[in-house]
């Protein structure tokens, strides 16, 4: 069983920056897949960004690519998402997500545990 506790969100103007954090338990975090979605009021949780277990695969949102960069620590059991260059449209709950296999992956329904989200909210 993994648990999965994201925070880092908060409130930013436009063109600010947030580091979110994943802290995730059990001992066999280091061979999971991880990924990062949001979900906006009305909207459907999307997917943004995920990272390979090694850590040598990444892949991002065309919407994210360029201002959001993914990564890992094994170590700490952690994965961060740095979001820079926000935008109003960042505003979401963004989650964090495990999967038992080790690559990355675009659908949430490839995902086996997700964390309880945390807010971001871009002003403008």
């Known amino acids: 069983q993994v648990q999965l506790v994201e925070s880092g969100g908060g409130l930013v103007q436009a063109g600010g920056s947030l580091r979110l954090s994943c802290a995730a338990s059990?001992?066999?975090?280091?061979?999971?897949?991880m990924g990062w979605f949001r979900q906006a009021p009305g909207k459907e949780r999307e997917f943004v960004s995920a990272?390979?277990?090694?850590?040598?695969?990444?892949y991002y949102a065309n919407s994210v690519k360029g201002r959001f960069t993914i990564s890992r620590d094994k170590a700490k059991n952690m994965v961060y998402l740095q979001m820079n260059s926000l935008k109003p449209e960042d505003t979401a709950v963004y989650y964090c997500?495990?999967?038992?296999?080790?690559?990355?992956?675009?659908?949430?329904?490839?995902?086996?545990?997700w964390g309880q989200g945390t807010q971001v909210t871009v002003s403008s």
């Open positions: 997500a495990a999967r038992r296999l080790s690559g990355t992956a675009y659908y949430a329904s490839s995902y086996d545990y």
């Open positions: 059990g001992r066999t975090f280091s061979s999971y897949g």
């Open positions: 990272i390979s277990s090694s850590g040598d695969s990444t």
